[in-house]
């Protein structure tokens, strides 16, 4: 069964960090597209970062310089390492991995910043 599966979140004060992990149950490999969203309350379901298999990646813009993505493709897993943290931040973030055609997304962890 192909699943992925978040960790990692919690709640943290307004400029501390956090690393969130996803953890895949499938063999990723350069082919694979891993993305981090995010949903804030009353929100829609943004894109917060993409690791593409090349190594490109890109951001949106409201955490560009801060939010990192990489990718651990021995280990099958993920990381959204995230800076300077933002009330504005506080979210479910999702891993989404793109496997041969579907997408699979995973429950989500819960980022809180207070101010």
């Known amino acids: 069964q192909v699943q992925v599966v978040e960790s990692g979140g919690g709640l943290v004060q307004a400029g501390g960090s956090l690393r969130l992990s996803c953890a895949a149950s499938?063999?990723?490999?350069?082919?694979?597209?891993m993305a981090w969203y995010r949903q804030g309350s009353g929100k829609q379901r943004e894109l917060v970062a993409r690791?593409?298999?090349?190594?490109?990646?890109n951001y949106a813009d409201s955490v560009k310089g801060r939010f990192t993505v990489s990718r651990d493709n021995v280990k099958n897993t993920v990381y959204l390492q995230m800076d300077s943290l933002k009330p504005e931040d506080t979210a479910v973030y999702y891993c989404?991995?793109?496997?041969?055609?579907?997408?699979?997304w995973g429950k989500g962890t819960l980022v809180t910043v207070s101010s």
């Open positions: 989404k991995m793109e496997y041969f055609g579907s997408d699979y």
């Open positions: 690791s593409f298999g090349s190594g490109r990646t």
């Open positions: 499938v063999r990723i490999f350069s082919g694979n597209s």
